[in-house]
């Protein structure tokens, strides 16, 4: 006789759930206290604890934050930074992950003498640090004009980022049978054809692994942003740093919050909508080659 499954969960599962729970309060905790103080005012900041919930939505500090916080000696919000951000970060991110495709699909699926070497040079980049390129990318974009500009900063985020998306799509391709590649040669397809006909269609998971990575990474990145960019090409990063930099009579906790949530708005909602896409296209990685 088989035994009837218990209506109760056991002891061993109530603690890994009880474990996970307390882990995930505390992750949770810091994000929990900006909320809450972003919708309180001055005088509920001074009274109150910083973990109790505000007495009503005030979305004063989110309208200020966006529109009319002071970032220095400018006074319009985060509002300039934030497209200046999604500006820089759409094509970046689009132009590494099909440059990261090709060259991955080059690597594993077409290679040459000495593609073996020329993926462990280019693997360099994976592990420099990138205080070491500032100066002479900075001397490379002003020979090319670009200097203090958006077009410069997606031409550095595509270079900075080429090594990993080389990496990701060149481990994904090394596990696609080659009888698949030569089948699609012996019908008379080219290369370009076997890219995007064959490789591409069966590329989602790690597709969706390089373009969260990268979105993640780039918009999230301060160093290149601070040292390359211009007044009018900062992106949010700069300018959340510049506005909780800007001094003032009385502090406005309320704002500094409501900015910071603003500025990591898109990269919660990439993760939140799109987060099951990246568990398995790690997973199919992880089981790839």
């Not at 500006?87 to 594993?108: C, D, F, H, K, R």
């Not at 700069?238 to 910071?260: H, I, R």
Request: charged share 10%.
């Amino acid at each position: 006789m088989t035994a009837k499954p218990s209506l109760f969960p056991s002891v061993g599962r109530v603690l890994v759930y009880g474990v996970l729970l307390l882990a995930a309060a505390f992750f949770l905790l810091p994000l929990y206290a900006m909320l809450v103080t972003s919708f309180k005012d001055a005088e509920e900041i001074r009274t109150t604890s910083l973990l109790a919930l505000p007495g009503g939505l005030n979305w004063s500090a989110w309208s200020t934050a966006w529109s009319s916080a002071c970032t220095g000696v400018d006074c319009n919000g985060l509002r300039p930074f934030f497209w200046n951000s999604v500006t820089m970060a759409v094509p970046a991110v689009l132009i590494s992950t099909l440059w990261g495709a090709l060259n991955g699909y080059v690597l594993s699926l077409w290679k040459f003498r000495g593609s073996d070497v020329l993926f462990g040079l280019l693997l360099f980049g994976v592990f420099m640090p990138f205080q070491v390129v500032l100066l002479p990318m900075s001397q490379v974009l002003g020979m090319l004009g670009l200097s203090s500009s958006i077009t410069g900063l997606v031409l550095v985020h595509c270079l900075a980022g080429l090594a990993g998306t080389t990496l990701f799509f060149r481990n994904y391709y090394a596990a696609i049978p080659k009888e698949l590649v030569n089948a699609a040669r012996m019908d008379g397809a080219n290369f370009w054809q076997i890219f995007w006909r064959i490789v591409l269609p069966l590329s989602t998971p790690i597709f969706m692994v390089t373009l969260i990575w990268q979105f993640t990474n780039i918009w999230n990145d301060f160093l290149f942003g601070v040292v390359f960019s211009g007044t009018e090409s900062k992106p949010i990063t700069v300018g959340l740093n510049n506005l909780a930099n800007t001094s003032s009579s009385v502090k406005a906790y309320n704002v500094d919050m409501a900015a910071a949530i603003i500025a990591g708005l898109p990269t919660m909602a990439i993760y939140v909508l799109a987060g099951k896409f990246f568990v398995r296209g790690l997973t199919a990685g992880a089981v790839k080659g």
